[in-house]
């Protein structure tokens, strides 16, 4: 059965530094999506991307979150100077698309950023 | 902005027993979907059971069905037949047509099941 992946499944970094955390969403789906789960708290979205574009994006996704999708496969975010606070579980969801039957999202198994 | 409630933090149920989580959402949309996502402690979201709202029959998936109730803005998922593998947070969620298909989460149900 198809499914997200996420790599790496974890990842300490330093205050400041940039990270890259990768999905490679299921080969058919248009949608793809970012959230985030602060430990112990609820899952929150950060944005949605669909024909290379930001669909939707929340307040939490500022000028330090971008995504890409450099090539055919992969869904990468980019946070460019990490602060303590972003540390989380953070999860990649692709949908095949958006109308009605085809909106559901699955989710990747979540990537766990610590910063220190 | 939608709003999602789940006013159960933690539930126990034993095994093979039934078991109802409940759910409210605050919408003023008419066309939108609702999910039940389960996060078992591997932490990974799978997908429980969605519904559509123009959909007046509850969904069902084997032992796991759900009471839509769209005047009262109620989506609760029912569990039969528990099983100790039903161990999990479940999180209830709203995703609006149109709108970049962001899921609005709630703030999650967990449920352990005993022997």
């Not at chain 1, 055919?72 to 946070?79: D, E, H, R, Y």
């Not at chain 2, 149920?13 to 039940?36: G, I, K, R």
Request: hydrophobic share 35%; with cysteine; net charge negative.
């Amino acid at each position: 059965e198809p499914e997200v992946t996420q790599t790496p499944s974890h990842q300490v970094t330093q205050m400041g530094q940039e990270v890259i955390l990768r999905c490679v969403p299921i080969s058919n789906h248009l949608y793809f999506y970012w959230y985030r789960q602060i430990l112990g708290q609820k899952v929150e979205f950060l944005v949605s991307f669909y024909n290379n574009e930001i669909s939707e994006k929340s307040e939490i996704f500022d000028d330090q979150f971008s995504v890409e999708r450099p090539d055919g496969s992969n869904f990468t975010l980019k946070i460019r100077s990490t602060k303590l606070e972003d540390s989380a579980m953070y999860f990649c969801a692709s949908s095949e698309t958006a109308s009605m039957g085809q909106e559901t999202q699955y989710f990747g198994p979540g990537t766990r950023l610590l910063v220190l | 902005a939608q709003t999602v409630t789940q006013s159960q933090p933690e539930m126990s149920v034993q095994e093979a027993e039934t078991v109802t989580l409940s759910c409210t959402y605050d919408t003023s949309e008419n066309n939108y979907y609702l999910f039940w996502y389960k996060q078992p402690p591997s932490r990974q979201m799978i997908l429980v059971i969605r519904q559509e709202a123009y959909k007046q029959q509850n969904a069902t998936e084997n032992r796991f069905s759900v009471n839509f109730q769209k005047a009262a803005k109620s989506f609760s998922l029912k569990i039969s037949d528990s099983q100790l593998g039903d161990t999990a947070m479940y999180f209830c969620a709203f995703m609006k047509e149109y709108s970049g298909y962001a899921l609005n989460f709630g703030k999650g149900t967990s449920l352990l099941v005993t022997p």
